[in-house]
């Protein structure tokens, strides 16, 4: 079965760092590509960023560029998100997926985790 599991969200003030993990499982070899997204009460589901699991190749959104780095352990199934410098309008629900194409646009991929919360807040 095809399962995607997040972890790793929680409370932290701004300025504060998290490092989520998306651990998948179950996915055929051309579901390559993991993304992370992230949504907010009455928001679209926005792209945070993205990696080829097969070369590394990465995307990020331009409100996290310099402050957030994605990356793998292709050995554990792992794909990391971690975030630096926090910031407020950080805070969201932060989802993981996978689908077959390099890219921050959701619609691309078609299996998704159950998310994990993360608030910035003093």
């Known amino acids: 079965q095809a399962q995607l599991v997040e972890s790793g969200g929680g409370l932290v003030q701004p300025g504060g760092s998290l490092r989520l993990s998306c651990v998948a499982s179950?996915?055929?070899?051309?579901?390559?590509?993991v993304g992370w997204f992230r949504q907010v009460p009455g928001k679209e589901r926005e792209g945070v960023s993205c990696?080829?699991?097969?070369?590394?190749?990465?995307d990020y959104a331009d409100s996290v560029k310099g402050r957030f780095t994605i990356s793998r352990d292709n050995a554990k199934n792992i794909v990391y998100l971690q975030m630096n410098s926090l910031k407020p309008e950080d805070t969201a629900v932060y989802y993981c997926?996978?689908?077959?194409?390099?890219?921050?646009?959701?619609?691309?991929?078609?299996?998704w985790g159950q998310g994990t919360q993360v608030t910035v807040s003093s």
């Open positions: 179950g996915f055929s070899l051309d579901y390559n590509v």
């Open positions: 990696i080829s699991t097969s070369d590394g190749s990465t």
């Open positions: 997926a996978t689908g077959p194409k390099l890219t921050i646009w959701a619609t691309a991929y078609d299996y």
